[in-house]
Every structure is written in structure tokens, then in C-alpha cells.
């Protein structure tokens, strides 16, 4: 890819700034490649980190993702291309593999589960291969254009494990999604959905609410 200078292009717009606007950029802009350079150093250290190592893992992860609520936790290893570009709520749990490609936003509610493996792809590639493959830039290296559209995933989800979510997609709040799905619409709130791909099945109501045990857990 080339190595772009990370300077504002004629408009007055850096290649960051047009790739969270979801529009063509080059992704070999330096500005960019040193802000993913730093990301991925960040999930490395967190990801070899014991699960033990509790003050240091929370200290790496305000690092890689400055917008995360209180009481959030990521399992390792996980996998960030920026992280500074993703936002997370409250009470938010995302269980190993978790993998977030977040060219554009990735807005993530509170009291949101996510299982093992859910990746939210963000990044999106011209369809015709004129517009797609590489090219070569005026000192001889090679760079290609991509851009990419946001993920937003309300409050009270559920992502159950395997599940892709692709650019552009909402899934509203308190829905449900099923092991293995790829996500490639929205998702109306409180709706049961699977599949590939993923498809709204019912809508979840009061009648699939649980008894919970009266018990009060004990402090360890």
C-alpha cells in the first residue's frame, strides 16, 4: 500500500476523515497506518496478558478503546484495526475472538453479550475489480481505494457466537441474534433473527421471559 503523507487532501479533509465519513480513502495513508500500527501493538500485549493480570489488561484496554463504559469486559484475544473509533456502554461482555474492524464507528450499547468469534465488519470493497485492485501512486507504490459504513448495536443485545455483523447495519435494542449469522440488514429492536442471511423470525414479548431463582448470589 502506499505510504501517504497523512496531510489534508485538496478539499481540505485528511484520508481519516474521509474514511469515517464513509467515503473512498486511500488506507495506505501514514496517518492511518500509524494509528493501526498502534492498535494492533495494544490487542497484542492485551491478547499475551494473563486474564489474571486484571490492572494491566484494563490499563492497555482504556488505551485501545478511550470510549468504554464502566463495568465492560473483553475477553482475549481480541482484535481492533483502530479501537479509537469504537464505542462501548455499560455492562458490556464480549467473550474471546471478539474482532472489530472499525473504519467507520462501531457504536455499542449498554448490558449488550456478545459469544465467541463475533466479528463487526465495518470495511466495505468497490464490487467492479476496475475500481478495486491496486494501483500504482506517481513514486511507484501501490495503493487501492476502500471505504466503509458504521455499526450500531443498541442496548440489551444479544450476539450469540459466530454471529458477523457487515458495515451498515443497526440491529435495534433488545433483539437477539442467533449462532451463525451474518448480519447484512438492519434489525428491528426486540426481534429474534438468524441465519444466512440473518432473518427476523418473531418479534420477542413478555412470553419468553424466564423465572428467575430468588436466591441472592453470595459474595466471593
Not at 457487515?166 to 451463525?180: K, L, W
Amino acid at each position: 500500500m502506499a505510504q501517504m503523507n497523512g496531510q489534508e487532501q485538496a478539499d481540505g479533509r485528511s484520508e481519516r476523515e474521509r474514511m469515517l465519513a464513509g467515503e473512498l480513502y486511500n488506507a495506505g495513508d501514514q496517518q492511518l497506518a500509524d494509528l493501526r500500527n498502534k492498535a494492533h501493538e495494544l490487542c497484542r500485549q492485551y491478547n499475551a496478558l494473563p486474564e489474571t493480570a486484571g490492572q494491566e489488561r484494563a490499563a492497555i484496554m482504556r488505551e485501545l478503546v478511550p470510549s468504554m463504559g464502566k463495568e465492560s469486559e473483553i475477553l482475549g484475544p481480541v482484535f481492533f484495526d483502530y479501537g479509537i473509533h469504537t464505542t462501548i456502554g455499560e455492562r458490556v461482555f464480549a467473550n474471546f475472538n471478539f474482532s472489530v474492524l472499525d473504519v467507520c464507528p462501531v457504536i455499542i450499547g449498554d448490558n449488550v453479550m456478545m459469544g465467541p468469534n463475533v466479528s463487526l465488519m465495518t470495511p466495505l470493497h468497490p464490487l467492479c475489480f476496475e475500481d478495486r485492485n491496486l494501483r500504482e501512486a506517481a513514486d511507484g507504490s501501490l495503493f487501492d481505494y476502500e471505504y466503509g459504513a458504521p455499526i450500531t448495536i443498541g442496548s440489551n443485545c444479544w450476539l450469540a457466537a459466530n454471529v458477523t455483523v457487515v458495515g451498515g447495519v443497526t440491529i435495534g435494542e433488545g433483539s437477539v441474534i442467533g449462532a451463525g449469522s451474518v448480519v447484512t440488514h438492519d434489525i428491528p429492536a426486540h426481534s429474534l433473527a438468524y441465519g444466512t442471511p440473518c432473518q427476523v423470525v418473531r418479534q420477542l414479548t413478555p412470553a419468553d421471559r424466564m423465572p428467575l431463582p430468588q436466591r441472592v448470589p453470595e459474595r466471593h
